[in-house]
């Protein structure tokens, strides 16, 4: 049965969002923008520009038990701030370069943050290595780092399975890896050519990437979307895609 989608909130912030969550009774948002952290109240379409990173906010997620919420940046650092008065309650810089996204798994316990940056690794501009670990995984209440997993920069994207079970990170080169939570191991994972451009007017050098993921609601497929094939990235004229994978049989 096919099902719409019904707007039922339109209001403006100063600046681009990049990530967001809803707090507990979901009258609250919390945005991750490129000039700071906003508080928005839904109903009034009301906000306050409440904290900051040292660069693009890029993520925010709740944690309902802690009622606390963590948000990521472009400075490379995680931010747990206390959801009843914005109190800033821990600060961890995770990443020496930027926080592309940040991911809660559906029981709370872990965070998951991915990095890197786009480096030309030979005369084909093929990615360098990654400097650090592209994908952490993180105790969420109190931020150890639990795993530090190897990825090819720069990692854009980051999902837990809805049963916590399993990570996916995918990255610039539409290369997607899936890792066990529990051991930190790596179970899966596919490449799909079409989420990476190769700029040939302009830009040398490869842009998109996959951006977004989910798991389907039985975490035996993940949906994975981006920009497609840019001949002219700067006229921004590329395609925004979608793909659905088996990730456990790398089948499209």
């Not at 998951?112 to 501009?125: C, E, I, M, R």
Request: aromatic share 12%; glycine share 8%; net charge negative.
């Amino acid at each position: 049965m096919q099902k719409t989608i019904t707007r039922i909130h339109d209001f403006k912030l100063p600046t681009a969002i990049l990530g967001a969550c809803l707090l507990e009774d979901h009258n609250q948002m919390v945005a991750a923008c490129m000039d700071g952290i906003y508080r928005v109240d839904l109903s009034t379409k009301s906000h306050q520009r409440i904290a900051e990173h040292d660069s693009y906010a890029s993520s925010a997620v709740f944690l309902p038990e802690a009622r606390m919420f963590v948000t990521g940046g472009y400075d490379g650092k995680l931010k747990w701030f206390s959801a009843q008065d914005n109190a800033l309650v821990r600060e961890q810089q995770v990443h020496s370069f930027w926080s592309w996204d940040l991911a809660l798994s559906a029981d709370g316990r872990w965070l998951a943050s991915v990095t890197g940056q786009y480096l030309a690794g030979d005369y084909k501009y093929a990615p360098a290595k990654e400097t650090e670990p592209s994908v952490k995984i993180l105790d969420a209440s109190d931020g150890r780092v639990a795993y530090s997993l190897p990825h090819t920069p720069s990692v854009q994207s980051v999902v837990f399975s809805h049963d916590s079970q399993w990570v996916a990170a995918g990255n610039l080169m539409g290369q997607v890896r899936v890792w066990d939570v529990a051991t930190g191991a790596q179970v899966g994972g596919f490449e799909s050519k079409d989420f990476t451009s190769w700029g040939i007017i302009k830009s040398h050098c490869y842009l998109g990437g996959i951006f977004a993921m989910e798991f389907t609601p039985d975490n035996q497929e993940l949906i994975v979307c981006g920009m497609g094939d840019m001949r002219d990235p700067m006229a921004g004229n590329g395609k925004q895609l979608w793909q659905r994978w088996n990730w456990k049989e790398s089948k499209l």
